[in-house]
């Protein structure tokens, strides 16, 4: 798998000033990743917390979300979650850090992996491998870890702001041999048909073009049919890749599942319930360590007025 090269583009046309607070921004995570390990987390807390008391929009979307997908939580539980996953996504800000600037070795002693060797055995097919996770706060992080033990390709969603899309490219680029757009169809078929590893997260809102509306925590949802296409594309095996983070933030758990057995079915709708199910599942387990400030359920097959935010 060899590693794309990427041009070095010219950073004179950040330095005007609106591009100041990214590189305020940038210059924070690059110290803060070189500070001990619980002074990291308790920088991470409190920068959550903030966010959480501050940033009003970000909170209503977190409770709307969990309104929808735990409806029996009571207002004290409610707001306890929310302000749990403030803090969840302030670590998570740390943890990214972290990952753009640190080599993964030195967290190995904080990683517990299970189930490696459902990876191991469907990349021994050797038709390449979808290795499908959640939008954890862990995301950044859980990559990190997994780049100590296998070489993988992963896709992304380009930043509005192209200095801290540049920002993240570059840190990425540290850890896997190609980042890939995810609207470049034809990299992502093309190493799969190498034989590679592709990870990515099909759990996000991208419309309804290459959709389907199945249920997720009972709601409907858009969901993208990507994955199955790109399965069926080389036979590609699916896997599921969770990360966690110790509830005491002591360190991080790795887990993959055995392939997906009879996938795809050639059924868009009935493939996508079966990957949420398995998103599903996953979050039960940790749902503060979901990222339920993105508007999961803004598209709706009755149209905008709809839309629960």
Request: charged share 20%; hydrophobic share 40%; aromatic share 12%.
């Amino acid at each position: 798998m060899a590693k794309t090269k990427r041009e070095k583009p010219s950073l004179a046309k950040y330095s005007v000033p609106r591009y100041w607070p990214t590189w305020a921004l940038l210059a924070f995570m690059k110290l803060v990743a070189h500070l001990p390990f619980w002074l990291q987390i308790r920088i991470g807390q409190a920068i959550g917390y903030l966010t959480f008391l501050l940033v009003r929009k970000r909170r209503h979307i977190c409770e709307v979300n969990l309104k929808l997908c735990y409806p029996k939580l009571n207002y004290g539980e409610l707001q306890n979650l929310v302000k749990k996953t403030f803090m969840s996504n302030g670590i998570g800000l740390i943890e990214t850090a972290i990952s753009w600037h640190r080599h993964p070795i030195e967290y190995k002693s904080k990683v517990s992996v299970s189930g490696l060797e459902n990876l191991d055995s469907a990349i021994s097919e050797g038709r390449g491998v979808l290795l499908i996770c959640a939008h954890f706060t862990t995301l950044e992080f859980g990559g990190f870890l997994l780049s100590l033990f296998h070489k993988m390709n992963v896709t992304y969603r380009p930043f509005k702001n192209p200095l801290f899309n540049l920002a993240m490219l570059n840190g990425r680029s540290r850890h896997y041999p190609a980042v890939i757009d995810r609207k470049d169809t034809r990299r992502t078929l093309q190493s799969l048909k190498n034989g590679d590893v592709i990870w990515y997260a099909p759990d996000q809102d991208y419309g309804p073009k290459h959709s389907v509306f199945v249920p997720f925590f009972g709601v409907e949802a858009a969901t993208i049919t990507a994955t199955a296409r790109f399965a069926s594309f080389n036979k590609s095996a699916v896997v599921f890749f969770s990360h966690y983070r110790n509830e005491d933030n002591s360190g991080y758990q790795l887990r993959f599942s055995p392939k997906l057995e009879n996938y795809p079915t050639g059924e868009p709708k009935r493939d996508a319930v079966r990957i949420n199910n398995l998103i599903e599942s996953a979050v039960r387990e940790k749902p503060d360590q979901y990222l339920w400030l993105h508007k999961r359920f803004k598209t709706q097959a009755a149209g905008k007025s709809a839309r629960p935010y």
